[in-house]
């Protein structure tokens, strides 16, 4: 049985430092090696992203070049998608099978020479064994486009033979930074907060205040974020904190993140979980970015300290119990021997006259 391999799986990861982007796979005719990188039209540059800023109802172009590496003729098709960020925080795209309807659909791959449409969009190009091909594509913003960004990409698939027992969709891409001119709106806030605290059963150790909360990129801009999240007892008490750092978040998304705080038990907990916006990569953003906060609680029960107090206070009562009887039965023992020592002892003789 035949397979396709890919370097970045059945997913594109267009999140670029580095160009050429290249992947393997393996087909009935062998294995393929190939790669998608920005270009001019010439050939391609040293750039390792498309990126523009575009007016509203206007057009940029742009290119790519795909390079066939392998031993043997190969088919590419050559598309655009909408952008997203993966469960592991990486940029990536649209699945193969869901249709953009954002960036992704207003970028149009021209056809080149012995390039046939692509259904669903863009196009199928053959290359021969080491040749390679410099593609226009076309990005065209409609009028009514909201400003901000509008994350894309473009990829190369590689098309499987019709004789390959397995498909599974192996491409890579060039990262689209697309922006539409007008109002830059840059904010990002914590929601959806969630504390729970998970007690150490060794009463001489810490326990674990598990913090679970949403980044909401509430303007039209993505950014990264850097939060303290932080839980305190009464009077400050017990106070701990965590930073993290959240690469990005898209425009009207959401990313999860969570932290592990160790604390000690201190009945009930005050928190509060503060995001800095952070500027991605290259971007330019002359908006002013704000800090923001948000506050949760959470109870600190010290069951384990409970348990071994119970136990304590047990114990005492225990021993002093013990410790009753134990007198009360070596009092009794000593007045059995009284009393047997006067039972025993002989009766004292009359008085003589």
Same mark, same amino acid.
């Given at each position: ?131 390679? $091909?410099?593609?226009? /594509?076309?990005?065209? &913003?409609?009028? @009514? ?5 509008? %994350? *894309? +990409? =473009?990829? !190369? ?14 491409? $890579?891409?060039?990262? /689209?930074?697309?922006? &539409?001119?007008? @109002? ?5 806030? %914590? *929601? +959806? =907060?969630? !504390? ?14 598990? $913090? ?21 007892? !009464? ?119």
């Amino acid at each position: 049985m035949n397979k396709t391999v890919s370097l970045l799986a059945a997913t594109v990861v267009v999140a670029l430092a580095l160009a050429p982007t290249a992947a393997a796979a393996e087909s009935t005719e062998g294995a393929t090696t190939w790669s998608i990188e920005p270009a001019d039209a010439n050939g391609p540059n040293s750039r390792v992203s498309l990126r523009h800023t575009i007016d509203p109802g206007s057009s940029a172009q742009d290119f790519v070049t795909v390079t066939n590496f392998s031993a043997q003729p190969a088919s590419f098709g050559v598309y655009a998608s909408d952008g997203i960020i993966s469960d592991s925080g990486d940029f990536d795209l649209l699945p193969p099978e869901e249709t953009p309807v954002d960036g992704g659909s207003w970028i149009s791959v021209a056809a080149v020479e012995g390039s046939t449409p692509r259904p669903g969009g863009g196009q199928v190009v053959a290359l021969d064994a080491g040749a390679a $091909v410099t593609i226009p /594509v076309t990005i065209s &913003v409609p009028a @009514d486009a909201s400003p901000g960004d509008h %994350p *894309a +990409g =473009v990829v !190369a698939e590689f098309v499987q033979a019709d004789g390959d027992a397995v498909q599974m969709a192996s491409r $890579v891409g060039v990262r /689209v930074h697309l922006r &539409v001119a007008g @109002d830059v709106v840059a904010a990002i806030t %914590p *929601a +959806g =907060v969630t !504390a729970t605290w998970q007690p150490s059963w060794n009463p001489f150790a810490p326990g674990t205040v598990q $913090v679970g909360y949403t980044l909401a990129n509430d303007g039209n801009v993505r950014l990264g974020a850097t939060t303290v999240v932080g839980v305190e007892g !009464a009077f400050g008490l017990g106070a701990t904190s965590a930073t993290q750092e959240i690469r990005e978040v898209l425009p009207g998304r959401s990313a999860p993140a969570s932290v592990a705080l160790t604390g000690w038990p201190l009945v009930f907990g005050w928190g509060e979980i503060t995001v800095t916006p952070v500027v991605v990569g290259e971007d330019d953003i002359a908006a002013p970015t704000q800090t923001a906060s948000t506050t949760f609680t959470v109870w600190t029960i010290p069951w384990a300290q409970l348990a071994l107090l119970a136990l304590l206070v047990l114990a005492f009562f225990v021993i002093r119990s013990q410790r009753r009887r134990s007198r009360e039965r070596m009092q009794a023992r000593i007045d059995a021997a009284v009393a047997d020592a006067v039972a025993s002892a002989p009766a004292p003789e009359a008085a003589r006259p």
